[in-house]
């Protein structure tokens, strides 16, 4: 079946945001009078949403504070921390420009919040090159669960198998899976352990330049109209 949409996630994706995130996460801790954590380590936490990234800051801290006490805090350095200075990594720009000449419909699925999307991808350029956007509270499920690549699907007005998911972690692997959407790795974002080579992706990239240098993905051929 050929490819006629592709679903991208955001950070470790196509952009670099953790220098970012983690600012934003040790601002928090600041508030809090809690040691702050270096990138490396907040890099770990990134993927499964802020709930989960505040709540494993706090643990990490040894903090008796709940995320919805601080949850509010953190959204407010989150956003200010937002443009501070991510980047695209290689080979973006020219990716989704050869995509959509091929006049592939794109969308993103991520787990950060929906509101925060537009902004980023306006101050990188690259806003005008999705038709749809899925935030983490778009839905009341988010990656792993496959509701919001399934509702991708329905946004682009495609099969879901028709729909090609873009990712670098287990989150969107598991995602992916549980959509039944074939799923492309980059070796670059936040993998955290799982290895690319095995996870069954239907290609692995260590840039995205490389996903549309073929006419097809492993046999899945790219409508190319």
Not at 10 to 26: C, F
Not at 56 to 81: I, N, W
Not at 191 to 201: C, F, K, M, Q
Request: glycine share 10%.
């Amino acid at each position: 079946m050929e490819i006629a949409a592709l679903v991208f996630d955001l950070d470790g994706t196509l952009v670099d945001s953790a220098a970012d995130i983690a600012e934003a996460v040790n601002r928090m801790l600041d508030d809090l009078s809690l040691p702050r954590v270096d990138e490396a380590t907040v890099r770990g936490w990134i993927g499964e949403g802020v709930r989960n990234l505040v709540d494993t800051a706090l643990h990490h801290a040894g903090s008796g504070h709940t995320p919805a006490e601080v949850m509010p805090g953190f959204m407010r350095h989150y956003h200010d921390c937002l443009l501070r200075s991510p980047r695209l990594y290689d080979g973006v720009v020219e990716a989704l420009a050869q995509l959509q000449a091929r006049g592939l419909p794109l969308a993103i699925c991520t787990n950060k919040p929906s509101a925060l999307v537009p902004p980023l991808l306006e101050h990188l350029g690259i806003a005008g090159c999705f038709a749809h956007i899925v935030g983490g509270d778009s839905l009341p499920q988010r990656k792993p669960a496959p509701e919001p690549l399934l509702h991708a699907a329905h946004l682009l007005g495609q099969a879901v198998p028709r729909c090609l998911m873009v990712g670098d972690s287990a989150t969107d692997l598991g995602a992916a899976n549980a959509a039944g959407m074939p799923i492309v790795l980059v070796r670059y974002g936040y993998l955290r352990g799982l290895d690319p080579e095995t996870s069954g992706a239907v290609a692995v990239v260590d840039d995205l330049r490389q996903l549309v240098a073929e006419t097809c993905v492993q046999g899945v051929p790219l409508i190319n109209r």
